[in-house]
DNA sequence: AGATGTATGTTATAACATAACACTTTCAGT
DNA sequence: ACTGAAAGTGTTATGTTATAACATACATCT
């Protein structure tokens, strides 16, 4: 059986989990106040932990992590499309994908350690909610 | 001739193309306060209409900015190599990356906007040293 | 029990970014 | 050249994101 996790990291990742929109470091704190939690670290140290194992991923783009929407992330390479209308966040695990940032990191001469791809736009209920 | 810089994106500008690294904000701010810089919204308002022009990239996973190493990036779609030893980066622009973007969209049901790739890991000379 | 490794609580501060306001410069249209 | 709109600047203050540092607690192994 794998490792399982502690109080904090189970809270962080239950919040996230149910949320299912990209929630910010100082959101998480706000909603897990009524648990217990009053400062940053408390919250930063369990995402540290629930992004090594995979469990969770971070947006660079926006400064929010999200759970992962596939049963174990760990050593995958995961692109996300992101709706600036909504907030929703879909993550695509992609064979075509991994081999691309592969050819990438190649092409530059680079070991590639860890990637992100984060791809904003409008999905398709927001796009015509513009019009 | 296109719109001509303000003295003050030109500053920003050059002193980004001369470091061929990655600074942030601040560290632009210090190197131009021999200058006349003083606060930060000085750097943000250049780096704000010095990406809306093409001429340099945010790399946000690092809150950096670097110089476009392709001489007016119409393309908004650029992939970066990033070497977490000596933080030297290249920016690699590729059709096959380009469409591969919009795939990943597709399959999300997004009309892309803006996108970012951006791969760690150890350049040739880097992975060498560590052995 | 003692040693080791990991997690936690807490205070303080570092690092990144923008709001808001007053003033100046630029430049197209009359 | 005048003028009004748009863009840029200088400045102060503040908001937002993230980590350093230190003390304490708790679990696991020998």
């Given at each position: 059986?794998?490792?399982?996790?502690?109080?904090?990291?189970?809270?962080?990742?239950?919040?996230?989990?149910?949320?299912?929109?990209?929630?910010?470091?100082?959101?998480?704190?706000?909603?897990?106040?009524?648990?217990?939690?009053?400062?940053?670290?408390?919250?930063?140290?369990?995402?540290?932990?629930?992004?090594?194992?995979g469990?969770?991923h971070?947006?660079?783009?926006?400064?929010?992590?999200?759970?992962c929407?596939h049963s174990d992330c760990a050593h995958q390479i995961a692109g996300?499309?992101?709706?600036?209308?909504?907030?929703?966040?879909?993550e695509i695990i992609d064979d075509?994908l991994e081999?691309?940032?592969?050819?990438?990191?190649?092409?530059?001469?680079?070991?590639?350690?860890?990637s992100?791809?984060?791809?904003?736009?409008?999905?398709?209920?927001?796009?015509?909610?513009?019009?």
């Amino acid at each position: 059986m794998s490792k399982s996790l502690t109080k904090n990291q189970t809270l962080v990742l239950d919040t996230l989990t149910s949320t299912s929109k990209p929630l910010t470091a100082y959101s998480l704190l706000d909603r897990l106040k009524e648990h217990g939690f009053k400062a940053p670290p408390q919250i930063y140290r369990a995402l540290e932990k629930l992004l090594a194992l995979g469990l969770i991923h971070k947006l660079e783009s926006i400064n929010s992590f999200v759970a992962c929407q596939h049963s174990d992330c760990a050593h995958q390479i995961a692109g996300f499309a992101i709706c600036d209308g909504c907030d929703q966040v879909s993550e695509i695990i992609d064979d075509d994908l991994e081999s691309q940032i592969r050819s990438v990191a190649k092409t530059a001469g680079l070991v590639p350690k860890k990637s992100t791809m984060e791809i904003h736009g409008l999905c398709s209920s927001c796009a015509d909610n513009v019009v």
